[in-house]
């Protein structure tokens, strides 16, 4: 395999590209053209690198989740955005095309090939879209086998500008009209703005989800802390899911048919 679950490897920075104002793609070669990434969705890797900050150089560990498809041969794609006290987020946003970083994995989140389901809810906000974008483009990719399961998405940002992938999700959304829906809400919309206004709230989430007694379910959730805490609970400091929480708890949902990317 070309990642390794074992030992960090370093990977070239082949090209960046600004996706809106404080949010870029990430592509780095693979070792060889014909190579293929082969992460397993959904899964993530973890990024390494020594940065030096207010004098102190310190080991940095960060875990990303790749965006490309598992089988697009020679490289893998990463979106990430530049938080102003991330500081993994701005050494990668200050790499230069031929830069190197080490990279580990992949890490499994959910193995959809093994435990694909009939309906999926999913509760994103900001960045948190990148381990359902995964999915979701493996699922409505040319390549699927998946004619029948069904997704809702509920997507919170805080402007329109920062909805990342809205004309990619906009376009399973007319390709899929049975099978993919997706619900924008803003924090601060512009005038004109027909979605939904503010934050998740319950109302939104029982209204879109699959319902807690659907037999083959599963909601995904994943975003900035107050967005976690509020749907689902938070993961634990270890990352492990912890337990389950917030308006998914009070809507009856049980743990096993929820998931914290």
Same mark, same amino acid.
């Given at each position: 395999?070309?990642?390794?679950?074992?030992?960090? &490897? !370093?990977? %070239?920075?082949?090209? #960046? @590209?600004?996706?809106?104002?404080? *949010?870029?793609?990430?592509?780095?070669?693979? =070792?060889?053209?014909?190579?293929?990434?082969?992460?397993?969705?959904?899964?993530?890797?973890?990024?390494?690198?020594?940065?030096?900050?207010?004098?102190?150089?310190?080991?940095?560990? &960060? !875990?990303? %989740?790749?965006?490309? #498809? @598992?089988?697009?041969?020679?490289? *893998?794609?990463?979106?990430?955005?530049?938080? =102003?006290?991330?500081?993994?987020?701005?050494?990668?946003?200050?790499?230069?095309?031929?830069?190197?970083?080490?990279?580990?994995?992949?890490?499994?989140?959910?193995?959809?090939?093994?435990? !694909?389901?009939?309906?999926?809810?999913?509760?994103?906000?900001?960045?948190?879209?990148?381990?359902?974008?995964?999915?979701?483009?493996?699922?409505?990719?040319?390549?699927?086998?998946?004619?029948?399961?069904?997704?809702?998405?509920?997507?919170?940002?805080?402007?329109?500008?920062?909805?990342?992938?809205?004309?990619?999700?906009?376009?399973?959304?007319?390709?899929?009209?049975?099978?993919?829906?997706?619900?924008?809400?803003?924090?601060?919309?512009?005038?004109?703005?027909?979605?939904?206004?503010?934050?998740?709230?319950?109302?939104?989430?029982?209204?879109?989800?699959?319902?807690?007694?659907?037999?083959?379910?599963?909601?995904?959730?994943?975003?900035?802390?107050?967005?976690?805490?509020?749907?689902?609970?938070?993961?634990?400091?270890?990352?492990?899911?912890?337990?389950?929480?917030?308006?998914?708890?009070?809507?009856?949902?049980?743990?096993?048919?929820?998931?914290?990317?």
């Amino acid at each position: 395999m070309v990642f390794s679950s074992s030992e960090f &490897r !370093p990977f %070239t920075l082949e090209k #960046v @590209e600004r996706v809106n104002h404080n *949010v870029s793609l990430f592509r780095f070669k693979l =070792p060889n053209e014909t190579d293929v990434a082969g992460l397993p969705v959904a899964s993530c890797v973890v990024f390494r690198s020594k940065i030096t900050k207010d004098g102190k150089t310190e080991e940095v560990i &960060r !875990p990303y %989740t790749p965006t490309s #498809v @598992e089988t697009l041969k020679g490289y *893998v794609d990463f979106v990430i955005k530049d938080y =102003p006290q991330g500081v993994m987020s701005r050494h990668v946003h200050s790499m230069k095309v031929g830069d190197t970083i080490d990279i580990k994995g992949p890490f499994e989140k959910w193995n959809w090939e093994k435990k !694909p389901v009939a309906q999926v809810g999913m509760v994103a906000g900001g960045t948190g879209i990148t381990p359902m974008l995964q999915l979701l483009r493996k699922v409505f990719g040319p390549e699927s086998t998946d004619k029948t399961s069904k997704f809702t998405l509920v997507f919170g940002n805080t402007t329109e500008e920062d909805i990342l992938f809205k004309e990619e999700l906009d376009s399973y959304a007319k390709a899929f009209p049975d099978r993919f829906s997706v619900h924008y809400i803003l924090e601060k919309p512009a005038a004109g703005w027909t979605g939904h206004k503010g934050y998740v709230t319950l109302d939104l989430v029982n209204n879109t989800m699959p319902k807690p007694d659907v037999e083959s379910s599963v909601i995904f959730v994943c975003g900035p802390p107050p967005l976690m805490e509020a749907v689902s609970g938070d993961k634990n400091p270890d990352k492990s899911q912890g337990t389950l929480r917030g308006f998914l708890k009070e809507l009856g949902y049980i743990q096993d048919r929820v998931y914290k990317l």
